[in-house]
């Protein structure tokens, strides 16, 4: 969904579920919710929140406490975290909100909602085995500048492991 998107549902009253917060709490990596008490420590500390509005860890949390489950999973709202844990090391609670991120994450996957970059990321790493498929000018550039070469991983082991996963069905 696209940021525009997002800000035009955010524009509407939002509907509330009851049972958000349990279903986050009982999802894998989600029972950090059950701790937060919103004190805010977490936006503080987010250097991706000193970059834009959109993202608020102390929000999003109240958000999931409060029942908005359309407003946090079908919206850009879970993707701007990058996943650098200073959150969980200041929370005074132990919410672990680092880690309902990624709860919440999973679960705006299983309703259809990913960036369409990440979407192409992740059909590079099925499709090759690498997320950023290197060219063969940086190959070149790098044999001229007489650095080693890179080990790639099996295609074949990736492909196997993104199966098992069940990254692959998604692309
Ligand atoms: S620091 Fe912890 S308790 Fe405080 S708002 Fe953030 S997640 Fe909640
Ligand atoms: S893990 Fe995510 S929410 Fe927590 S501080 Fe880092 S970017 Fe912010």
Not at 31 to 49: A, D, F, K, W
Not at 53 to 71: C, S, V, Y
Not at 112 to 132: C, D, F, I, R, Y
Request: proline share 6%.
């Amino acid at each position: 969904m696209s940021e525009e998107q997002s800000e035009k549902r955010s524009g509407e009253a939002p509907s509330v579920v009851l049972t958000f917060m349990n279903e986050v709490a009982s999802s894998p990596r989600g029972e950090g919710i059950l701790y937060c008490y919103q004190c805010g420590r977490c936006s503080s500390s987010c250097p991706v929140s000193r970059i834009t509005p959109r993202h608020n860890p102390r929000k999003l949390m109240e958000r999931i406490i409060l029942g908005f489950k359309d407003e946090v999973l079908l919206t850009d709202l879970p993707w701007y975290c990058l996943s650098c844990f200073t959150c969980v090391d200041r929370c005074p609670q132990g919410a672990d909100v680092g880690e309902v991120m990624f709860a919440i994450r999973n679960m705006s996957v299983e309703q259809g909602n990913v960036p369409k970059e990440l979407m192409e990321q992740a059909k590079n790493l099925v499709s090759t085995g690498q997320v950023v498929p290197i060219t063969n000018l940086a190959l070149e550039k790098r044999q001229r500048l007489k650095l080693p070469p890179i080990e790639f991983a099996s295609r074949e082991v990736v492909q196997k492991l993104l199966r098992q996963t069940r990254l692959s069905k998604l692309t």
